[in-house]
């Protein structure tokens, strides 16, 4: 049995069609169903269904043995054990610096008083501004991080951008790119040698895919 980890949202809506190209339909819809196990169509694959922070992890402890995680989640996590192959080219966004509309944010730095930054993505925040040799006061926040510095809570956010709507709806403006984040096909490493007739050719037809769209 194959057991592939995937979170609901963003990623899925882009992952559906590259899940049924390698010949994996999931029965149910992932998007209402309250079922954490999903069935698919191959009675040696199913799916479970965990948050996209968690698919790392379910692959690394080996409660699934594939799954897809946003390279931004990866990013914020200790990855020994997986095994990425494969760039989905999906959930396509912009890991950002933003500020408010009119923080002058290049003065800000280089006044080199310490900076508040709020964001979930604390250990790549935290590497970001060492690089840069900025000091930063971390505030780790679970969501909404466009709220804390209207509120004065911080003087900087990191987080995923793609169109910059919400970022404008909210007067701010992204001034530092960190990284381009896209999707990833994450495999368990020890899965790979023990299932590998099953594994390889998902990992393919996903391949393939990504190919025949780019
Ligand atoms: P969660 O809110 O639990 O983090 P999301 O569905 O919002 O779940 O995000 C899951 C993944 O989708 C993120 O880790 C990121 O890789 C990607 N993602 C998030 N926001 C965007 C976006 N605006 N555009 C494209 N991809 C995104
Ligand atoms: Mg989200």
Redesign the pocket.
């Known amino acids: 049995m194959i057991t592939f980890a995937l979170?609901?949202?963003?990623?899925l809506d882009d992952t559906r069609p590259l899940l049924r190209t390698a010949g994996i339909d999931v029965l149910e819809d992932p998007e209402s169903s309250r079922k954490l196990i999903l069935p698919t169509q191959r009675d040696d694959v199913r799916v479970v269904l965990v948050?996209?922070?968690d698919v790392p992890t379910y692959v690394q402890q080996g409660g699934a043995d594939i799954g897809i995680?946003?390279?931004?989640?990866l990013m914020e996590q200790d990855t020994a054990g997986l095994y990425e192959p494969l760039d989905l080219n999906i959930?396509?966004?912009r890991l950002m610096v933003a500020v408010r509309n009119e923080t002058d944010y290049e003065a800000l730095v280089q006044r080199g008083r310490r900076l508040r930054v709020a964001t979930k993505y604390i250990q790549t925040a935290r590497a970001h501004f060492a690089k840069k040799g900025v000091h930063v006061d971390l505030i780790k926040l679970y969501?909404s991080m466009e709220l804390a510095p209207l509120v004065g809570m911080a003087d900087a956010i990191v987080d995923?951008?793609?169109?910059g709507a919400t970022l404008k709806a909210n007067n701010l403006k992204a001034v530092e790119k960190i990284a381009d984040?896209s999707?990833r096909l994450i495999v368990n490493q020890a899965a790979l040698k023990t299932k590998r007739d099953a594994l390889m050719p998902i990992v393919e037809s996903f391949a393939k895919s990504v190919e025949a769209r780019t």
């Not at 995923?160 to 169109?163: A, D, G, K, R, T």
């Open positions: 979170s609901k949202g963003r990623i948050r996209a922070s995680s946003g390279k931004d989640v959930a396509k966004c969501g995923v951008v793609s169109s984040i999707a």
